[in-house]
């Protein structure tokens, strides 16, 4: 089964979403400033404790969980594509809920 006409319509379908929200988000900047009123709205006031420790945590989770997708794959009866997409979907989640107890507890 061919995967290619289903990439180039995301892909397509995803540019003229992006298009779409930065127009939009365009004209409401504009309008504010038309206005005279601050654009801080826009900023989210969340500071995060540090981006390469969370890209550390998920894609050591990630890996981790290729790992256990391979055991499983070569020792149980498991389909390949099922234990390989579980485990990664699982350990990534888990580094990824490992690190925002890391940020709530530094914060």
């Not at 397509?12 to 601050?38: H, P, Q, W």
């Not at 969370?54 to 149980?76: C, E, F, R, V």
């Not at 990534?92 to 809920?97: F, M, V, W």
Request: aromatic share 10%; charged share 15%.
């Amino acid at each position: 089964m061919d995967l290619t006409p289903v990439f180039v319509m995301a892909v397509i379908f995803g540019s003229i979403v992006m298009l779409v929200y930065l127009n939009n988000r365009k004209k409401e900047r504009m309008m504010l400033i038309e206005k005279g009123a601050d654009s801080s709205i826009f900023t989210s006031g969340a500071v995060t404790v540090s981006p390469s420790l969370k890209w550390g945590i998920l894609l050591t989770g990630l890996a981790i969980g290729l790992l256990i997708g391979n055991l499983l794959d070569i020792h149980s009866g498991m389909p390949g594509e099922v234990a390989y997409f579980s485990m990664l979907f699982l350990f990534g989640g888990i580094g990824l809920i490992t690190y925002y107890l890391i940020e709530r507890k530094k914060l």
